[in-house]
């Protein structure tokens, strides 16, 4: 009996004890998190403090603003998406929607020579998916097209896209012949482009039908 009382007492010591290391490791767990959370505050503060002394290169210079926004999203900031707080009043972000419109626009303008800007257009862009699914961008070949209406194109769309790319428009029998399609698959995808706005239809063109693409028009042209 002196032994079975002995080996429970040993027992409930193990337990004991291994309920202390339970309650030590948790406490060392909570301790490290606390302390990371501190450590993420601590680069929060630092990172504002960056932004107050470099503001305006963070606006102007589009290099160093790809820059600025990749140590926000290390840590979890958005200034873009801010609405309040420190962020909105230093770079000027309080009117989500706002904000966007004004990148865009400024972006155009800094692509008219077509060689920059694409950075802030696709983080813009990439911003509009809380509106829903109706701006998307579709790589094409060596740039990309901004998909402004709800939809979905397939990959036939794309192809036939890429295949207009350089002329900005396309015939039935460039398809058939640039990408083997059968007839009735290269009206199908035609038809798609002209219903969704995608195309414009130019019955007068000789020696057949020309499908035009305003998104592959060159800037000069529009301007002009």
């Known amino acids: 009996m002196h032994r079975r009382g002995h080996g429970i007492g ?28 501190k450590q993420m505050e601590k680069f929060k503060e630092h990172l504002e403090d960056f932004a107050v002394n ?20 290390s840590i979890g900031v958005d200034p873009l998406a801010s609405s309040k707080g420190f962020w909105a009043e230093m770079l000027g972000v309080g009117d989500f929607y706002y904000e966007i419109g004004v990148q865009i626009i400024e972006v155009c303008i800094a692509t008219s020579h077509r060689n920059g800007g694409k950075d802030d257009l696709l983080r813009a862009i990439k911003k509009l998916k809380v509106l829903g699914n109706g701006f ?14 709800p939809g979905e194109l397939s990959m036939d769309h794309t192809m036939l896209l890429q295949q207009a790319q350089d002329a900005g428009f396309v015939t039935k ?6 990408l083997k399609w ?10 798609f482009m002209v219903k969704e706005g995608l195309a414009w239809l130019d019955d007068q063109a000789t020696p057949e039908r020309q499908y035009w693409f305003p998104s592959f028009f060159p800037y000069t042209a529009v301007t002009s």
């Open 173 to 178: 029998s460039d398809l058939l012949s640039g």
């Open 10 to 37: 040993a027992i409930k010591k193990k337990d004991l004890a291994q309920a202390r290391y339970k309650d030590k490791g948790s406490e060392i767990a909570e301790d490290q998190v606390s302390q990371m959370a």
């Open 54 to 73: 470099h503001k305006e290169d963070i606006k102007k210079d589009p290099e160093f603003r790809v820059q600025f926004q990749n140590m926000c999203a």
């Open 136 to 149: 998307t961008v579709i790589p094409v070949g060596r740039t990309y097209l901004v998909q402004s209406v």
């Open 182 to 191: 059968e007839e009735d698959r290269a009206g199908r995808a035609l038809d």
